[in-house]
């Protein structure tokens, strides 16, 4: 079973869980709480609702055409399906389904670094997400940027990487983020800013990102 940083263990059924009266519907929650009870039928189904957001928490972690991506997302639909029964619903569903993509693929990049096998970094690519295209010069540049920053990913402790990549990869909000991870906003804080420091240490001779980096920081601020 997937396991997912700051989240206890087992909790009760979803189904049993009294809903939030200041948080909207989800409208995969019931679905969730089917697929906990091993109903193939929904399990299914929400699959391919949240595949989409899966696919593309993947490729911006890997790169849009890394070749294990199809790979990693099948493992992240299967790791979705064991971590279902801790899910607390504090975020959405699909929150916590890119969660688990976001350490499915983090937990892959380190283990095929570790062996040796990680020989694809998807160099100066443009994700197929983008809708509103850029200059082919700013695309290298973004490209660039974001190749240089999963491989700074993989040096952080997994507990900053995974706030940093959620905050800075998928566009998480601090509140959102806190959510989706199961932990205080200051202590998301705390982590955003000790991996941003780890970032900017290792930027010093990477000034190109300094600036992205610098904007992030000042989110958390």
């Known amino acids: ?6 989240a206890p263990g087992i909790e009760p059924s979803l189904a049993r869980q009294e809903p939030s009266k200041a948080r909207p519907v989800d409208p995969l929650r019931a679905l969730a709480a089917r697929a906990i009870c091993r109903e193939e039928v929904a399990e299914r189904t929400l ?3 949240v595949g989409p957001a ?3 928490t993947v490729r911006r972690v890997l790169g849009a055409h890394h070749p294990e991506v199809d790979d990693v997302c099948q493992e992240a639909a ?10 607390r619903a504090e975020c959405t569903v699909m929150h916590f389904a890119c969660r688990v993509a976001l350490l499915t693929a983090l937990a892959a990049r380190r283990r095929t670094r570790r062996e040796g096998s990680f020989k694809h970094e998807g160099s100066e690519e443009s994700d197929d997400f983008v809708e509103d295209r850029p200059s082919p010069a ?18 952080l402790p997994l507990a900053q990487a995974e706030v940093l990549a959620l905050h800075v ?22 982590r955003l800013r000790r991996g941003l420091a780890a970032l900017r240490q290792e930027l010093d001779a990477r000034g190109n990102l300094r600036e992205i980096i610098g904007a992030y920081h000042e989110q958390t601020e």
């Not at 079973?1 to 700051?6: A, D, F, N, S, V």
């Not at 399906?81 to 801790?86: D, E, G, I, N, V």
């Not at 700013?138 to 040096?155: C, I, Q, T």
């Open 1 to 6: 079973m997937l396991r997912l940083i700051g």
């Open 47 to 49: 699959l391919m609702a």
């Open 54 to 56: 899966v696919l593309a």
């Open 78 to 87: 299967i790791g979705l399906l064991s971590a279902l029964p801790s899910f």
């Open 138 to 155: 700013e695309l290298v540049d973004s490209a660039r940027r974001r190749n240089v920053l999963r491989r700074l990913l993989d040096k």
């Open 169 to 190: 990869m998928l566009g998480y909000t601090v509140e959102e983020t806190g959510a989706t991870i199961g932990a205080p906003v200051n202590t998301v804080r705390s």
